[in-house]
């Protein structure tokens, strides 16, 4: 698809290695060039388009708050500008206006002549239960910057990084020595606590708590590990890479959970209704409100002020946009 950011002047970085993602008729992705967008699977045209600073290689994800917001996170590489010491971008947006809400920079550094990939390939994790106030991104290539800015003092090449979801806001950050291109996952217990498995880029996968950061265990696979693990209950399924060392692991997890030292209080219950009829009432008060809460989020999705989608179809509409009119195109939704 030919569609540019406000200001884009080249089509020469079309290319798109992160996965989409899809609300309703929308679809979501970015490009190689850093261009972010939102396209109507309806009509295969852009509703909005925004300019992230560089490649993007890691999936955008998508999170419909319980206030019915949707949010869409991303983060970007350190490819296209100059190289050396320099921040990559990892943002949220609103997914129907496509508005920055917050953008925070994590340093990082690449040698003018390193091939290796600099920035956020790994694939973020939405906390959901009782993680679900937190986002988590895995950035590799870390500079002396970037290690001061996370508090790691010990030459980490790359880190997982928690942060608030409302605000980008870093809790915590775990860092490693070897670089890391593998998506971290989370896992749960019956009860919503949630831990995180992360591993690197010389085998070592670690299991961490999701609230604190605190390592629970690590345990060194002896393989390099490009690809990301999957979970299924408590086994962990990896697979390693290398000559003589590439093999498909499931690993057990076991995590001893310590008893809370005091005994939890009960919230306080309401006061009885003093006769079957108020009882009655407040039943239906409390059913109605709760199907309100359930009903389905507004999908009319408008353009941001200053739409960069207007601006392009003014300046290349003619150009691009019209073989899109003249072409009959199977409806996707």
Known sequence: MNSRAKGQKSNALLA??????????????????????????????????????????????????????????????LNNRKKGNSDIQIRRYDALSGREIWCTDIGVYKGKKDKDDVGAKASPILGQNGLNDYVYFTVTGLSDDGRDRLRLTGGEQSALIAMEKETGNVVWAFGMKSRSESSPIAVYDKKGNGWIVQC????????????????????????????????????????????????????????????EAESVTPAEEPAAAENTEEAEAEYADDTETEYQDDAEPERNVQPAELTEVEDWEEEYGDEYGDEYDNEESETLG
């Open 200 to 259: 690197e880029q010389d085998g070592l996968m670690h299991l961490l708590n999701g609230l604190t950061g605190a390592l629970v265990d690590t345990y060194d696979l002896e393989a390099q590990v490009e690809a990301s693990p999957c979970a299924y209950n408590n086994v962990v399924v990896i697979g390693t890479t290398g000559k003589k060392t590439a093999f498909i692991y499931a690993i057990e997890l076991k995590i001893e959970q310590e008893e």
């Open 16 to 77: 798109v290695e992160s996965s989409l993602a899809a609300y309703d008729k929308y679809i979501y992705y970015a490009d190689m060039g850093g261009v972010l967008r939102c396209v109507d699977t309806n009509t295969l045209k852009p509703v909005w388009a925004v300019e992230t600073g560089d490649s993007v290689m890691a999936a955008v994800a998508l999170d419909l708050t319980e206030n019915r917001e949707l949010n869409l996170y991303t983060a970007n590489m």
